[in-house]
């Protein structure tokens, strides 16, 4: 007995010790290759002095008693980049190529660290004086860790709507303030870029990262997206627009090769892309981790040299998504200057390149030119004293003002806005539950989310108790389901509860003691996995019996029903739609969601939120669903760590290893419009409490655009505002092209019943060419064009000809 006992005791303690050298191993490895590695600096012991020369303040960075020219804020920023360049040792300069790792991600804390949470950091140059630099996400406010440890304070940031939401108000004045608000917390918090905000092009609902993107269409995304870095830039901080470019799924994403073709990339991927860097030069672009056509986008030169460089005329630096590429040499000599979040591998790779000649120094300085810049540049270079303060109550309510725009009003047979007296019977878990906004990267440690029904009661309304307390018990049951999941594991797990069914009596009871319901459906995707048709596009079969049953009992108790979608993406509408009395597409909109949504409903704001994207009747109606992975495979962290292995073309499979992007052009409304596919909303549809009239439309084409006047009349009787939107066709064409495409947008201000504004929108000429293939360049085709202002891309009200004589010179 005695020896049994100790045999097992020594098989247990061998056990025990080989785990332990494994993790010691494994702790070993994972410190050296993503946690610590790079140059070993030290910082010097004397503080940095301020000293004054001829009357000029300076800080002097190095210590050495005198103004250098890097010193200098008076001479230009190119002369004193290149000064500080020249300080630099090779293996400085090659330090701040890559990232440090990813402790702050990770929230470790570091003293050299010094807000965890941050994405990722540039490499400081202690003995110069030169600053770390920290980059955190994402789109829709500032990802930090909102607790530290040894720390009472809170460092909360503003969950604002999903780009998505604020892509739907069309309002670009909008979206800037939103961004200027946004902008603050970073700068605030000690932050100097912010990683957003996302352009790509939601090339189909499944994308499980739509929610921060924008809109189907290029010229809707590449102007809200450039409100938005200007509106953020505006504080002295750094954007980054990401993922350029065609990072349009995450199945796969590490190594997915886009098969497209030059004219689609053209007009479609890049197109927005390009329009905000000309209209708003961000400090940063992030290349995304696909490849295009057979290349890493951030291995690249033709992507980002040639075209946003030597093109566009891109000033500002280019960074990797983090882990994304292969090679890190070859992203160097690529342009993309900065390597995130940084790895040994990546360390070491370019130190031996650079010895061994294969990667040279004016590559490097290219690179290192442009860090250096971005340094130069920010707050952190004149020690601005962050406060870690920002105004949170402030935001809070720029995040509510904006998410009431962006909603979209979709079906409303006399009931809405409420009267204000009615009693409300809530259904659908994410009534209680609201969600904010999607997972992954693009979340924000917000320190509240105010739910549908707190939002209601906020503003008045009396809620039926009988449903409140069942969802109470339902949660109570379920009560890890209604454990929210965090960091990585919220990624993978997106926090959907269980729905709750209610029973026969619960129903009639509350038809009986409440005026309206309203049914809450909720969708939670994001970073992680691309979404899935069934339970998810497609409501579920408890779903559709939750709509059919309220809206039935509702119904026959004289009573009204209505649904209020707290949705980051699209989801199908076309077989319930006619259950309910009115559709709200509340999006996510942020932590203010639920006083928005209520805004909405007592019609305190008149909606005026166009959708940014089509509705299809049947996921399979868009062209993109014929390549689009279907089965929602979550991505592999070690694809990223690691990298992706490369397969011989037969073991290729297909939508995850490569992806053909065989639909062209016909992405969206392109697509539904030019085949005259019925869909469920058109592309730019959103109703609103009152009406518009548009009238007195006039175009004149000069040399390089063409001015667009029209006058948009409220004919009804409540206040509101009114979205323009001005398309293009060539019935004549003798190319293919589109139906329809979106040229120009505007918004009017708020209003008056009977009163009238004149909108002018003015669409550059050089917008009309399409990119020709044979020429490998921009077309323009002359001849008759017509002109459809409309409110959706499937109602136009006033259309004018228009005549392009002679093909104009295009850049
Ligand atoms: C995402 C980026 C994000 C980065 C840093 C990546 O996984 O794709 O959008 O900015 O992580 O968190």
């Known amino acids: 007995m005695n020896r049994t006992f100790k045999r097992i005791l020594i098989i247990l303690l061998a056990i025990l010790g080989f785990l332990l050298i494994i993790a010691l191993i494994g702790g070993f490895y994972i410190n050296s290759a993503f946690l610590s590695f790079g140059l070993t600096q030290t910082q010097p012991d004397t503080e940095i002095d301020i000293l004054t020369t001829g009357g000029f303040q300076f800080r002097d960075l190095n210590r050495n008693g005198v103004l250098d020219p890097y010193e200098d804020s008076r001479i230009s920023m190119e002369e004193r980049t290149e000064d500080l360049l020249s300080r630099l040792t090779l293996e400085e300069k090659i330090n701040m190529l890559k990232g440090s790792g990813i402790k702050s991600l990770l929230s470790m804390e570091d003293p050299d660290l010094l807000v965890p949470g941050a994405a990722g950091t540039i490499e400081p140059v202690h003995r110069l004086g030169i600053p770390r630099v920290y980059l955190a996400d994402g789109p829709a406010g500032l990802r930090i860790t909102p607790v530290r440890k040894e720390s009472d304070k809170t460092y909360y940031a503003t969950a604002f709507p999903i780009a998505t939401l604020l892509a739907s108000t069309w309002n670009v004045d909008l979206v800037q303030d939103v961004g200027r608000a946004m902008g603050n917390e970073v700068l605030e918090y000690g932050l100097d870029v912010l990683l957003a905000p996302g352009a790509n092009i939601q090339r189909n609902p499944l994308c499980g990262r739509n929610f921060e993107y924008y809109s189907e269409d290029p010229l809707l995304s590449g102007y809200i997206g450039a409100a938005m870095v200007n509106g953020i830039e505006s504080n002295g901080v750094g954007t980054s627009v990401k993922h350029f470019v065609a990072n349009n799924q995450e199945s796969g994403r590490y190594g997915n090769d886009v098969i497209v073709s030059q004219r689609a990339l053209r007009e479609i991927y890049l197109k927005g892309f390009e329009i905000i860097v000309k209209e708003s030069q961000p400090w940063t672009i992030m290349s995304s981790y696909n490849k295009v056509n057979g290349t890493y986008t951030s291995q690249s030169r033709r992507l980002l040299t040639d075209i946003l460089r030597d093109e566009w005329g891109f000033e500002g630096l280019v960074v990797t998504d983090w882990f994304g590429g292969s090679d890190a040499v070859a992203q160097i000599q690529a342009g993309n200057d900065l390597l995130q979040p940084g790895t040994r591998k990546q360390w070491k790779a370019l130190k031996e390149a650079s010895e061994e000649g294969a990667l040279s120094e004016g590559d490097i300085n290219t690179s290192v030119r442009r860090i250096l810049k971005l340094v130069l540049g920010s707050r952190k270079m004149d020690n601005y004293a962050f406060t870690n303060a920002p105004d949170l109550k402030n935001h809070a309510r720029i995040t509510r003002e904006s998410a009431s725009e962006g909603m979209v009003l979709l079906k409303n047979e006399q009931v809405l806005p409420l009267q204000g007296s009615e009693k409300i019977a809530l259904f659908g878990v994410t009534s209680f539950e609201f969600i904010a906004g999607g997972t992954g990267s693009g979340d924000v440690n917000e320190a509240y989310t105010v739910s549908l029904q707190e939002g209601l009661k906020n503003a008045g309304l009396d809620i039926d108790q009988n449903t409140a307390d069942a969802f109470e018990a339902h949660k109570k049951k379920n009560r890890d389901a209604f454990v929210k999941p965090e960091g990585f594991e919220a990624m993978t797990n997106p926090y959907n509860p269980p729905q709750l069914i209610p029973s026969p009596d619960l129903l009639q009871k509350a038809a009986g003691e409440a005026d309206i319901a309203i049914v809450t459906l909720g969708r939670n995707a994001g970073e992680g996995a691309d979404r899935v048709e069934k339970d998810d596009f497609l409501l579920s079969k408890t779903e559709k019996e939750l709509i059919q049953n309220v809206s039935e009992t509702f119904h026959k108790a004289g009573k009204k029903c209505l649904v209020v979608m707290n949705v980051g993406g699209v989801v199908e509408t076309a077989s319930w739609k006619v259950l309910p009395d009115a559709i709200l597409l509340a999006w996510q909109g942020g932590q203010e969601g639920g006083n928005a949504v209520a805004d909405i409903l007592s019609g305190k704001v008149n909606p005026s939120g166009k959708l940014p994207m089509t509705f299809p009747v049947h996921l399979a109606d868009h062209a993109s669903s014929a390549n689009f992975p279907m089965d929602g495979e979550p991505i592999r962290f070690t694809d990223a760590m690691f990298g992706v292995e490369e397969k011989p ?86 190319i293919e092209r589109p139906r329809r495409e979106l040229r120009a947008f505007g918004k009017t201000p708020l209003l008056q019943p009977g009163d009238s504004t004149r909108i002018h929108l003015s669409v550059p000429v050089s917008e009309l060419s399409y990119w020709s293939e044979k020429k490998s360049g921009w077309e323009l085709e002359p001849g008759t064009y017509v002109l459809e202002a409309g409110t959706s891309s499937r109602d136009i009200k006033v259309s004018l000809p228009v005549e392009v004589r002679m093909p104009q010179k295009v850049q």
């Open 649 to 734: 073309e037969s073991e290729k499979i297909p939508n995850t290893d490569f992806t053909k992007y065989e639909e062209g052009i016909y992405v969206g409304y392109r697509h539904f419009d030019t085949q005259n596919k019925e869909v469920s909303y058109p592309f730019g549809y959103g109703l609103s409490y009152t009406d518009f009239n548009f009238s007195v439309m006039e175009v004149a084409v000069n040399d390089s655009s063409i001015d667009v006047g029209i006058t948009v009349k409220n004919t009804g009787e409540i206040p509101g505002k009114e979205v323009i939107q001005i398309y293009s066709s060539k019935p004549d064409t003798s």
